[in-house]
């Protein structure tokens, strides 16, 4: 009995949809940037910006944003069309109220970039809020380049 009712568990676990959010601030980063690897090619095409993505990694405010069309010059998350990026270093900035800033530093082709990434924890753990460049913010970015 108590192996059909593991079998069982595990069968609707798989038919769950998957949670949103992450463990950890760190977690959520590094998983981000998995996507922008020269792996396999599931994670090398970048940040997925279909809804069920956008659930997982973005807040509520972001999600739509997230997985709208739009024709953006570059990939934000990367400041870049392509990437081939060097090791992602992740450091919390500070915490404020509900909110954590995590800054991130890599090259890419060689060049330096710097973001700051606001998390929040939700209810189903840390998602991302919104992503500040020098420059701009991911937010700013999404809804210039709306289609």
Excluded: C
């Amino acid at each position: 009995m108590a192996r059909i009712f593991a079998a069982i568990t595990v069968l609707l676990a798989g038919l769950a949809p998957a949670q949103a959010g992450f463990r950890s601030p760190e977690s959520l980063i590094r998983n981000v940037y998995a996507h922008y690897g020269n792996g396999a090619s599931d994670y090398s095409r970048g940040l997925p910006r279909d809804p069920e993505t956008a659930r997982q990694f973005f807040d509520q405010g972001l999600r739509a944003a997230w997985s709208a069309p739009r024709d953006a010059p570059y990939d934000f998350l990367v400041q870049s069309p392509t990437w081939q990026l060097g090791p992602v270093r992740i450091a919390i900035l500070r915490k404020q109220f509900d909110k954590i800033y995590v800054t991130v530093a890599f090259n890419n082709h060689g060049r330096p970039v710097t973001l700051n990434f606001i998390v929040v924890n939700g209810p189903d753990g840390w998602v991302i809020a919104d992503v500040e460049s020098p420059h701009d913010s991911l937010r700013m970015f999404l809804a210039q380049f709306r289609q």
